[in-house]
């Protein structure tokens, strides 16, 4: 089975700030890692995904996130926070080994930038 | 139209009613997906469809029921709901590939069910 967890149900941070918003997963195999952002009442927009090579992915305005095997987590950041990076974040996994497509989606975290 | 479109966008309807909730792609796709987003739980994956095939059902109530006539069209039907079926739908593409295919999301029709 696969499994996501995001600790955190809400991050807030100030404008200018560094951002962190934590993911670790379950897989029983390898792992192709996803992050999403949803903005209020619009869908869920890809900003970048981890599925082999480099373990530090670069995303869509200016977020990245780190892979971590050891610690099966995958971290977004951005070194500097916008006001209008406040949205909600979900963390995906997929597990790579099996031959489903469905990915399985952590709880989401909303994070909250203040100006 | 560019990416993943959804109609309606909102949708009011009694236990009773019939209707159908509509997703198309202009993305060239040939995968399909229904999540079911309700408040303080996680996405669920309803179906996949693959190639017009459907591949997952992740054991939905009957009362849901999936059409996919083609790549690009993709509905669930809806009858005899119940209000906690009250909940933001949302559709989803995708390429199949070997590596690590993106799902692309619709922006959702959101359910209320009196």
């Known amino acids: 089975a696969q499994s996501v967890a995001q600790p955190e149900d809400q991050v807030n941070v100030a404008e200018g700030n560094p951002l962190t918003v934590k993911c670790t997963y379950s897989?029983?195999?390898?792992?192709?890692l996803f992050w999403y952002v949803q903005y209020p009442n619009r869908g869920l927009q890809f900003l970048l995904k981890?599925?082999?090579?480099?373990?530090l992915v670069k995303g869509s305005y200016g977020f990245e996130a780190e892979f971590n095997k050891s610690q099966t987590s995958f971290h977004l950041k951005k070194p500097s926070a916008l006001v209008s990076d406040s949205a909600l974040y979900f963390c995906?996994?997929?597990?790579?080994?099996?031959?489903?497509?469905?990915?399985?989606f952590g709880s989401g975290t909303r994070l909250q930038v203040q100006p | 139209e560019t990416g993943v479109t959804q109609t309606p966008r909102h949708l009011v309807m009694g236990m009773t009613n019939k209707k159908s909730l509509k997703c198309e792609q202009h993305?060239?796709?040939?995968?399909m997906y229904w999540y079911k987003q309700s408040a303080k739980k996680p996405l669920e994956l309803m179906f996949v469809?693959?190639?017009?095939?459907?591949?997952e059902n992740n054991s939905v109530p009957s009362r849901f029921s999936p059409e996919c006539p083609n790549s690009s069209h993709l509905f669930l039907h809806l009858h005899t709901l119940q209000p906690e079926d009250s909940a933001l739908y949302l559709c989803?593409?995708?390429?199949?590939?070997?590596?690590?295919?993106?799902?692309?999301f619709g922006p959702g029709t959101r359910l209320l069910v009196l």
């Open positions: 897989v029983s195999g390898n792992p192709y």
């Open positions: 993305l060239g796709h040939n995968a």
């Open positions: 981890y599925i082999t090579g480099d373990n």
């Open positions: 469809y693959s190639l017009e095939e459907r591949v």
């Open positions: 989803a593409s995708s390429q199949v590939a070997l590596l690590g295919e993106t799902q692309y």
């Open positions: 995906a996994v997929r597990d790579m080994d099996t031959g489903r497509r469905a990915l399985t």
